[in-house]
């Protein structure tokens, strides 16, 4: 069985300040992990994924994640928030040979001027 | 179109009647997966499909709920008889091929409210 936990409902940062949302996975066998963004009222839009290539994954606006299988973790990061950086970040788990994804709770971001 | 695409966008419902949620998958995706959203549960899967093999239907909760797609492409999310725990943003999301390295594409949603 795979699960994810995202540690925080919410996490508010001010403008410019440094982003961190955290994910730890529960996986039997090496995982493959996303983590996904949902604007109010959309869909959820692939931020970046680990597939088992580099352990440091760099994805879209800036945002990049390290995986690190001793602390079975895939935590988000952004040097510098923007306002626009506001919205509900979700991380997920899934393995090979397995296509469907299980997803944590989700972390709403909250940036503030 | 360009992404995936899901109608209709709200539906509101009393508590018995049944319901059809339609999703339009990206052109050319073989797979296509159906999910959950509600404030108790977070996100679950519901049903995936891939090509033309016999769907996962794993995450389906009861038997009230169904799902067809018809000539690989659209797809349809049946609810019968409906609750008003069955109340949440249906999303519809479809891949290349499946597999776990894939991405997922996801649409805009239907949230359907059960009266």
């Known amino acids: 069985a795979q699960s994810v936990t995202q540690l925080g409902s919410h996490v508010s940062v001010s403008e410019g300040a440094l982003v961190l949302l955290r994910c730890n996975y529960s996986?039997?066998?090496?995982?493959?992990l996303f983590w996904y963004v949902q604007y109010p009222n959309q869909g959820l839009q692939l931020l970046l994924k680990y597939t088992s290539a580099a352990t440091l994954v760099k994805g879209i606006n800036g945002f990049e994640a390290e995986f690190k299988k001793s602390e079975t973790s895939f935590h988000l990061t952004k040097p510098s928030a923007h306002m626009s950086d506001a919205a509900e970040y979700f991380c997920?788990?899934?393995?090979?040979?397995?296509?469907?994804?299980?997803f944590g709770k989700g972390t709403m971001l909250l940036v503030s001027p | 179109g360009a992404g995936v695409s899901q109608s209709p966008s709200n539906k509101v419902t009393e508590k018995g009647k049944d319901v059809e949620l339609r999703c339009d998958p990206i052109s050319g995706h073989t797979a296509l997966y159906w999910y959950r959203q509600s404030l108790g549960q977070g996100l679950e899967f519901l049903i995936y499909?891939?090509?033309?093999?016999?769907?996962?239907k794993s995450g389906l909760p009861s038997d009230r709920f169904s799902a067809e797609r018809t000539g690989g492409s659209v797809s349809t999310l049946t609810i019968q008889r409906t609750q008003q725990e069955d109340s949440a943003v249906y999303l519809c999301?479809?891949?290349?091929?499946?597999?776990?390295?894939?991405?997922?594409?996801f649409g805009p949603g239907t949230r359907l409210t059960v009266l």
């Open positions: 996986s039997s066998v090496p995982p493959y």
């Open positions: 997920a788990v899934t393995r090979s040979g397995y296509s469907t994804l299980t």
């Open positions: 499909f891939q090509g033309n093999s016999a769907p996962d």
């Open positions: 999301a479809s891949s290349v091929a499946g597999g776990g390295t894939d991405t997922q594409y």
